[in-house]
């Protein structure tokens, strides 16, 4: 039970930070119908600025660890978003008119151009970072073993949960929501009645990668390691829980991201750790057969 | 909207200039301060920073003359705007008409070319050898091309099927000792086998998820070689796969059952070089004739049919997963043919190159080629496969312009170079195609 409890709490953070970057996925998806197949990119590159202001914070002598932690938090969001904000206008915004295929091999393309910038830029090899935050604290002991929460696990998951009633807030009630729903069910509509269609989309990446560049920094505190190719497997995996929740949906990303993360850590745990990713994966397809329009995702009626 | 915003800034164009540098020089500093201007560099144990404020500014001053280099294009061609675009419909049409007619002759001498390739003069191994590859990447180009291009189903997990075809041989020819020949046809069938088993839930969904599950299954299948060490032998691969024989006469030295002595010719490495080369412009030629014959069937045509439209196929009474079905087993078992000669061709195989860029390289292929196109895949794959060989010496930044090139060459010409996407057939002559239905339904 200990064991079981111990694993619940790691899937939690893990799938949290899944859910974080599933955002961007579904947001995406929902409003220009495509897959922005550079969006574990730009995590990547979230978790990169995160590292690199830590070494300009701590090169200036900075060891006050919240005020740390909030820069870098800040420095990532802001300069991630303008990667999302270019990766939109450079390789997308012209092909939305544009065949579905060709926005896709654009993405896929823009995805391989950040890795190998990134790793021509910064090196191929691993970035290990001293741990910021340590310590936690033991919430129950069961014969001999320990159920830890560290401290670094609680900031992620109230972190997360913070930034999801946020974005909630914001679809939900105010004018930038609004205007993002609108586009999201006709464009065209939407520019009519007054909705500045470019700027809404252009909002939506910039979103997307802020909460992209937040899970970046996080996975940098909480494995300590960064490199260039941690966007790609990420990605998969958080388009992965967009699709298990019903792509379109954000309440659905935020189920999935944490569905996924909750089978990983236990598949890990308990079969074996090689095959982690082929659960993730098996359990897509499961869905998919069985309800393809994912968890939370409304019912696509095709109109001739 | 362009154009409203071009008239409005006419009078004050100068400060508009002005403010779109600026605001392309912020950005790029935004973009280049953190990448190029800061490099934190592992010394020992802990990281260090670095700058390099000069590249970094080089980077970005040249960035800003491209910009201005744009500006510059554009509004000098916004200016003269009303009589260019009938000039440019009626070029284009004469274009396409005789790409078409000329489509034939240009593939004929396209095949006789390749076939001669290796009895020219600068014939060398090299150069033998860079044909080889590069029919590979053809071949596997025209069997993506019957999924992607006519059946419109986004395969994103392509390599998963060359990767079944590969394994097969490999392990038939060294576990059993099977020939070659005994073992191409089983290499196709078992990846169309997975095909189909793979497609047989997954073709009811739409095209984007036939996308990432198609990934999926690419991933799994390379995690799976990787780890079944058992089976597969996991990261180290197979290796000492029988190398192809010609009928059963061995590509060695001396006498005996040997292709030397079976003609009575000098033993040279060069036969077998020479011999795979011939193997797979057969294969990638039996791909392409079978593409083009299928296109003719009633099946070929349903594949295009429902990549244009599914709803008023279904109510022609085509079922649609039988025939996506059919299409994306006919797709695999191209690339387990291709599969089992990449095994015999390399004699060693291990899951490293299985990989999604695979993948990825080869359906840009097909789709920079445009959709649907067998002269546009040769044309991408001579691109993506040869150019890059040419300049070796960049090698450290192919992949990122790579990638670069994949995304300027769609936005410039997103239906790819070669892309019409013309129906096979059609019931009415139409005047002009400006139609650009939307692919994967």
Same mark, same amino acid.
């Given at each position: 039970?200990?064991?079981?409890?111990?694993?619940?709490?790691?899937?939690?953070?893990?799938?949290?930070?899944?859910?974080?970057?599933?955002?961007?996925?579904?947001?995406?998806?929902?409003?220009?119908?495509?897959?922005?197949?550079?969006?574990?990119?730009?995590?990547?590159?979230?978790?990169?600025?995160?590292?690199?202001?830590?070494?300009?914070?701590?090169?200036?002598?900075?060891?006050?660890?919240?005020?740390?932690?909030?820069?870098?938090?800040?420095?990532?969001?802001?300069?991630?978003?303008?990667?999302?904000?270019?990766?939109?206008?450079?390789?997308?915004?012209?092909?939305?008119?544009?065949?579905?295929?060709?926005?896709?091999?654009?993405?896929?393309?823009?995805?391989?151009?950040?890795?190998?910038?990134?790793?021509?830029?910064?090196?191929?090899?691993?970035?290990?970072?001293?741990?910021?935050?340590?310590?936690?604290?033991?919430?129950?002991?069961?014969?001999?073993?320990?159920?830890?929460?560290?401290?670094?696990?609680?900031?992620?998951?109230?972190?997360?949960?913070?930034?999801?009633?946020?974005?909630?807030?914001?679809?939900?009630?105010?004018?930038?929501?609004?205007?993002?729903?609108?586009?999201?069910?006709?464009?065209?509509?939407?520019?009519?009645?007054?909705?500045?269609?470019?700027?809404?989309?252009?909002?939506?990446?910039?979103?997307?990668?802020?909460?992209?560049?937040?899970?970046?920094?996080?996975?940098?505190?909480?494995?300590?390691?960064?490199?260039?190719?941690?966007?790609?497997?990420?990605?998969?995996?958080?388009?992965?829980?967009?699709?298990?929740?019903?792509?379109?949906?954000?309440?659905?990303?935020?189920?999935?991201?944490?569905?996924?993360?909750?089978?990983?850590?236990?598949?890990?745990?308990?079969?074996?750790?090689?095959?982690?990713?082929?659960?993730?994966?098996?359990?897509?397809?499961?869905?998919?057969?069985?309800?393809?329009?994912?968890?939370?995702?409304?019912?696509?009626?095709?109109?001739? | 909207?362009?154009?409203?915003?071009?008239?409005?800034?006419?009078?004050?164009?100068?400060?508009?200039?002005?403010?779109?540098?600026?605001?392309?020089?912020?950005?790029?500093?935004?973009?280049?301060?953190?990448?190029?201007?800061?490099?934190?560099?592992?010394?020992?144990?802990?990281?260090?920073?670095?700058?390099?404020?000069?590249?970094?500014?080089?980077?970005?001053?040249?960035?800003?003359?491209?910009?201005?280099?744009?500006?510059?294009?554009?509004?000098?061609?916004?200016?003269?705007?009303?009589?260019?675009?009938?000039?440019?419909?009626?070029?284009?049409?004469?274009?396409?008409?005789?790409?078409?007619?000329?489509?034939?002759?240009?593939?004929?001498?396209?095949?006789?070319?390749?076939?001669?390739?290796?009895?020219?003069?600068?014939?060398?191994?090299? /150069?033998?050898?860079?044909?080889?590859?590069? *029919?590979?990447? $053809?071949? !596997? %180009?025209? &069997?993506?091309? =019957?999924? #992607?291009? +006519?059946?419109?189903?986004?395969?994103?997990?392509?390599?998963?099927?060359?990767?079944?075809?590969?394994?097969?041989?490999?392990?038939?020819?060294?576990?059993?000792?099977?020939?070659?020949?005994?073992?191409?046809?089983?290499?196709?069938?078992?990846?169309?086998?997975?095909?189909?088993?793979?497609?047989?839930? /997954?073709?009811?969904?739409?095209?984007?998820? *036939?996308?990432? $599950?198609? !990934? %999926?299954? &690419?991933?799994? =299948?390379? #995690?799976? +070689?990787?780890?079944?060490?058992?089976?597969?032998?996991?990261?180290?691969?197979?290796?000492?796969?029988?190398?192809?024989?010609?009928?059963?006469?061995?590509?060695?030295?001396?006498?005996?059952?040997?292709?030397?002595?079976?003609?009575?010719?000098?033993?040279?490495?060069?036969?077998?070089?020479?011999?795979?080369?011939?193997?797979?412009?057969?294969?990638?030629?039996?791909?392409?004739?079978?593409?083009?014959?299928?296109?003719?069937?009633?099946?070929?045509?349903?594949?295009?049919?429902?990549?244009?439209?599914?709803?008023?196929?279904?109510?022609?009474?085509?079922?649609?997963?039988?025939?996506?079905?059919?299409?994306?087993?006919?797709?695999?078992?191209?690339?387990?043919?291709?599969?089992?000669?990449?095994?015999?061709?390399?004699?060693?195989?291990?899951?490293?190159?299985?990989?999604?860029?695979?993948?990825?390289?080869?359906?840009?292929?097909?789709?920079?080629?445009?959709?649907?196109?067998?002269?546009?895949?040769?044309?991408?794959?001579?691109?993506?496969?040869?150019?890059?060989?040419?300049?070796?010496?960049?090698?450290?930044?192919?992949?990122?312009?790579?990638?670069?090139?994949?995304?300027?060459?769609?936005?410039?010409?997103?239906?790819?170079?070669?892309?019409?996407?013309?129906?096979?057939?059609?019931?009415?002559?139409?005047?002009?195609?400006?139609?650009?239905?939307?692919?994967?339904?």
């Amino acid at each position: 039970m200990a064991y079981f409890i111990q694993q619940l709490i790691n899937g939690l953070t893990l799938g949290a930070i899944y859910g974080l970057i599933a955002i961007g996925y579904t947001m995406v998806y929902g409003i220009i119908g495509m897959i922005n197949f550079a969006h574990g990119e730009v995590y990547m590159i979230g978790a990169f600025i995160s590292v690199i202001t830590y070494l300009i914070l701590t090169t200036l002598g900075m060891s006050y660890v919240p005020l740390l932690l909030v820069v870098m938090l800040l420095a990532s969001m802001l300069f991630t978003s303008v990667y999302g904000w270019t990766i939109e206008r450079v390789a997308y915004r012209p092909l939305r008119r544009a065949p579905r295929l060709a926005a896709l091999i654009s993405a896929i393309g823009m995805s391989i151009a950040l890795q190998n910038y990134v790793q021509l830029t910064q090196g191929a090899r691993v970035k290990a970072l001293a741990p910021i935050i340590s310590g936690g604290v033991t919430l129950f002991e069961q014969n001999g073993f320990e159920v830890r929460v560290s401290f670094l696990q609680i900031f992620i998951i109230i972190l997360t949960t913070v930034l999801m009633l946020g974005f909630s807030y914001l679809i939900d009630r105010t004018p930038l929501g609004r205007q993002q729903r609108a586009c999201e069910q006709d464009r065209t509509m939407a520019a009519l009645v007054g909705v500045n269609v470019d700027r809404t989309i252009s909002t939506t990446f910039v979103m997307g990668a802020a909460l992209a560049a937040v899970a970046g920094t996080m996975v940098t505190l909480y494995y300590g390691v960064v490199d260039f190719y941690i966007g790609f497997l990420a990605g998969v995996k958080a388009f992965t829980a967009a699709v298990l929740g019903g792509i379109g949906s954000l309440p659905g990303a935020m189920l999935g991201g944490i569905l996924i993360g909750l089978i990983e850590a236990f598949w890990s745990a308990y079969f074996t750790i090689e095959y982690k990713d082929v659960a993730a994966f098996s359990i897509l397809v499961l869905v998919l057969i069985f309800r393809p329009t994912g968890l939370l995702g409304k019912p696509e009626i095709e109109k001739v | 909207m362009a154009e409203i915003k071009t008239q409005t800034t006419q009078s004050q164009q100068m400060p508009a200039f002005v403010r779109d540098l600026l605001g392309t020089a912020v950005i790029a500093l935004a973009l280049a301060v953190p990448f190029i201007g800061l490099k934190s560099d592992s010394q020992g144990v802990a990281l260090e920073l670095l700058t390099r404020w000069p590249l970094m500014f080089a980077i970005v001053g040249s960035v800003l003359a491209g910009r201005v280099l744009f500006l510059l294009f554009k509004s000098h061609r916004a200016r003269p705007r009303t009589p260019q675009p009938q000039k440019r419909a009626g070029a284009k049409e004469t274009v396409s008409t005789w790409g078409g007619r000329h489509t034939l002759i240009i593939g004929i001498a396209g095949f006789a070319f390749a076939a001669l390739l290796p009895f020219l003069p600068f014939a060398n191994r090299y /150069v033998v050898d860079i044909g080889t590859t590069f *029919l590979i990447y $053809v071949m !596997l %180009g025209w &069997g993506l091309n =019957i999924v #992607v291009g +006519l059946a419109g189903l986004l395969d994103l997990g392509y390599v998963a099927f060359y990767a079944v075809g590969a394994y097969s041989y490999a392990l038939i020819s060294t576990e059993l000792g099977w020939s070659f020949w005994f073992c191409l046809p089983l290499a196709g069938l078992f990846a169309a086998m997975f095909g189909v088993a793979l497609g047989f839930p /997954v073709l009811r969904l739409r095209g984007d998820y *036939l996308a990432i $599950v198609t !990934l %999926g299954f &690419g991933e799994i =299948i390379r #995690v799976v +070689l990787t780890n079944w060490v058992a089976f597969t032998h996991g990261p180290d691969g197979i290796s000492g796969i029988p190398r192809p024989t010609f009928f059963g006469y061995a590509f060695s030295r001396g006498a005996g059952k040997t292709f030397s002595d079976l003609f009575g010719i000098d033993y040279s490495s060069q036969h077998r070089v020479v011999f795979l080369y011939f193997l797979i412009l057969a294969l990638a030629g039996l791909t392409n004739w079978f593409t083009l014959r299928m296109r003719k069937l009633p099946t070929g045509r349903a594949w295009e049919a429902l990549r244009e439209d599914e709803i008023a196929c279904r109510s022609l009474g085509i079922n649609p997963t039988n025939v996506k079905l059919s299409a994306f087993a006919l797709g695999a078992m191209f690339a387990g043919f291709a599969g089992a000669f990449f095994s015999t061709r390399q004699g060693f195989v291990s899951p490293e190159s299985f990989t999604f860029m695979e993948s990825a390289i080869i359906l840009a292929i097909v789709v920079l080629g445009g959709m649907g196109s067998q002269m546009g895949v040769v044309l991408a794959a001579f691109a993506l496969v040869i150019l890059p060989e040419w300049f070796r010496e960049f090698e450290q930044y192919r992949m990122f312009l790579f990638g670069a090139a994949m995304v300027v060459i769609m936005v410039l010409k997103p239906s790819g170079v070669m892309g019409s996407r013309e129906p096979t057939i059609r019931l009415h002559k139409r005047q002009v195609s400006d139609a650009q239905p939307e692919i994967a339904q």
